[in-house]
């Protein structure tokens, strides 16, 4: 089963800029689209950003802008990057891999914590 791992949140003030990264063993990435989604507390978890094997990518609304996904599938990861951030950004951020019809195809892993502080 595919099982991606988060890393690269932290800690930023408004403004600032951050990189996450998503990896997943052997060469899941080449077969699948990925997304990327957040949960902020007491809301539900919803997508940011998607990126489909060949590359389309869509974000929403709230983002459009600001966040920009990419791939690597050299390296079997996918990235998200995060420009402008603003207190509402802040949530725990998870990756996952899509089939064609952009439904979840692996389980979800433990996210990466981004907090901005205003």
């Known amino acids: 089963q595919v099982q991606p791992v988060e890393s690269g949140g932290g800690l930023v003030q408004a403004g600032g800029s951050l990189r996450l990264s998503c990896a997943a063993s052997g060469s899941i990435f080449s077969v699948y689209g990925v997304g990327w989604y957040r949960q902020a507390p007491g809301k539900p978890r919803v997508s940011v950003a998607t990126i489909t094997t060949g590359g389309s990518t869509n974000y929403a609304d709230s983002v459009k802008g600001r966040f920009t996904i990419s791939r690597d599938n050299a390296k079997n990861t996918v990235y998200l990057q995060m420009n402008s951030l603003k207190p509402e950004d802040t949530a725990v951020y998870y990756c996952?891999?899509?089939?064609?019809?952009?439904?979840?195809?692996?389980?979800w892993g433990q996210g990466t914590q981004v907090t901005v502080s205003s």
């Open positions: 996952n891999a899509l089939d064609n019809l952009y439904s979840i195809v692996g389980s």
